[in-house]
């Protein structure tokens, strides 16, 4: 089972996913981390829709306590500072529904490398227990198009090539085809893929190397993918797919803090309009 297989006969994917959403944005399934050095609590709020094709929600990462130096009357010391309430600072995430793509917004010491995600997919994890579910929705980043072909075309040689592959829901390039048939034949949700050969995979434009490279680009795959080749005669070792592709929208800093605040304002359909034509932009829809 993937993140958009049906949960009951009686409801639409996109319908199972909005009610986990909105069950999710509660203190329920809060998620407390503790480090060497602070405790915060992780956590989803604000689920909302927005229009028919968008909805938003807040992750937010409070820090109840942090050890630090704490200035006495007359020395420094090491010590623990304590908040209540604690700050919490937050990101918004848009579920761009006719495409199944979220897009995150960056923010400066919350999506610094991938902590967050890390989190939030924990989060997500504990949350399957509670619900009694089978599986719980992931994020997989979108790389820029072409970044992984371009990885295999760069390498004289490709001698091995390893990426676990998701079956794709709602999107289908047309160079995924050939492996998305495989997965549907075999009745597969899930396709761990391994290409080895000691002369050489076949990378070429419509092989099946070339075809797994194109689904996973789209985002259905999970975690990274390696290549070990060799390139003017020195062996090569490559992880990527890691990286999400990344848009610039001005103007927009407005509006994603009225989201997190709740209050969507007179600008958001223009505003949700130019982020539809970004994404389409960045990563364009074929067929």
């Given at each position: ?275 539809r034509q970004e994404v389409n932009r960045l990563f364009p829809h074929e067929g």
């Amino acid at each position: 089972m993937d993140l958009f297989t049906r949960q009951t006969t009686t409801e639409t994917d996109d319908e199972w996913l909005e009610q986990y959403f909105t069950e999710l944005a509660c203190s329920r399934f809060d998620l407390q981390k503790e480090t060497k050095r602070a405790v915060y609590t992780w956590a989803v709020r604000n689920y909302q829709r927005l229009d028919d094709q968008f909805a938003s929600l807040v992750l937010a990462r409070s820090q109840h306590q942090q050890r630090s130096t704490i200035v006495t009357n007359d020395s420094l010391t090491e010590g623990d500072s304590v908040a209540n309430p604690p700050p919490a600072d937050t990101i918004v995430l848009l579920v761009y529904w006719p495409r199944h793509i979220v897009i995150v917004e960056n923010r400066s010491g919350m999506t610094t490398g991938e902590t967050w995600l890390g989190n939030f997919h924990a989060l997500l994890d504990a949350s399957k227990n509670i619900l009694q579910i089978p599986v719980a929705p992931r994020l997989e980043p979108i790389a820029s198009q072409g970044s992984i072909q371009h990885h295999l075309r760069s390498l004289d040689k490709v001698f091995r090539f390893r990426l676990r592959l998701k079956l794709p829901n709602p999107e289908l390039s047309r160079w995924a085809e050939l492996v998305y048939n495989e997965m549907i034949e075999g009745h597969l949700t899930e396709y761990l893929q391994e290409f080895i050969s000691p002369t050489g995979v076949n990378v070429d434009e419509g092989s099946k190397a070339h075809s797994s490279a194109a689904m996973a680009e789209s985002g259905y795959k999970e975690g990274a993918v390696s290549i070990d080749g060799e390139k003017d005669g020195c062996p090569v070792s490559i992880t990527g797919g890691m990286s999400a592709i990344s848009g610039k929208i001005d103007q927009l800093h407005s509006l994603i803090r009225g989201l997190e605040a709740n209050a969507t304002g007179t600008n958001l359909p223009r505003a949700l309009d130019i982020i539809r034509q970004e994404v389409n932009r960045l990563f364009p829809h074929e067929g």
